[in-house]
């Protein structure tokens, strides 16, 4: 088994330059637990997990004084998700470096796959075979393939 | 719009000191982003996500030195699997202190929830009310909630 027999070809990708509301829209609307995101060559350069997404509307004090968020009220949660406007999906981007990156070769097998997300703490891996991707992989599918039938 | 009102009940709880490996594949087969664990009394003690199952069995050598993941052939993703057998789910959970907990009120808001959520890098929250689980809330569907329409 491998990662070109578990992707997902249907797995959305977004452009890095692309427009933060429709990435956030598009996570929110297929319930989707992580992005991948495309550089100007349509390669996968990183995920956006919907964690981010949320960690980027939500300040910074009210994460860590959460009697804050309390007090929020519809109103505001209205113009917490406003923070998205104009911005583009590169500035929701956790601030690492691009060193090691959540993308696996389509030969790589189901170990090498499960090692990266493990080491990444990525909930979805990019694939990618010849210059071309070819989806992507999450940790259910991940584990559906790895445990064996009983 | 409050935890309550956003709350899937049907999200899938194992029990503390079940089964790894039904915990398992119960990730896999619905491929979910994770599970809510709960103790003896019912009560949403932690979540278990499926990348930390998937550390869990991979070695931590593997984890830290890729070129050994490309040597593991089928047979040994078998026997890697296999680490989960007699384990429990308290096992496979990750090593941190139980102080802060992926865990909201039913009356929160949905600013409260994105702000545990957010604070806690998790991408499932459970929602509890007078002593009784609600269900559970992923970032996925609090974007969902949160982003105004337009």
Same sequence: chains 1, 2.
Avoid: C
Avoid at 10 to 31: T, Y
Avoid at 37 to 58: K, N, S, T
């Amino acid at each position: 088994m491998r990662a070109r027999d578990i992707a997902d070809p249907d797995f959305p990708a977004v452009p890095v330059d692309g427009d933060a509301w429709e990435a956030a829209s598009l996570l929110a609307g297929r319930k989707l637990v992580g992005l991948i995101v495309i550089d100007e060559d349509g390669q996968p350069m990183a995920i956006l997990p919907g964690a981010e997404v949320l960690r980027f509307i939500i300040p910074d004090y009210v994460q860590h004084d959460l009697a804050l968020a309390r007090v929020y009220d519809e109103q505001s949660a209205d113009e917490l998700a406003s923070t998205l406007e104009g911005k583009t999906v590169r500035q929701l981007l956790p601030k690492k470096e691009l060193v090691d990156l959540e993308i696996v070769d389509g030969d790589a097998t189901a170990i090498e796959v499960a090692a990266v997300m493990a080491r990444m703490h990525s909930p979805v891996v990019a694939v990618v075979e010849n210059g071309q991707m070819l989806g992507a992989i999450t940790a259910g599918m991940l584990l559906d393939n790895v445990l064996p039938r009983r």
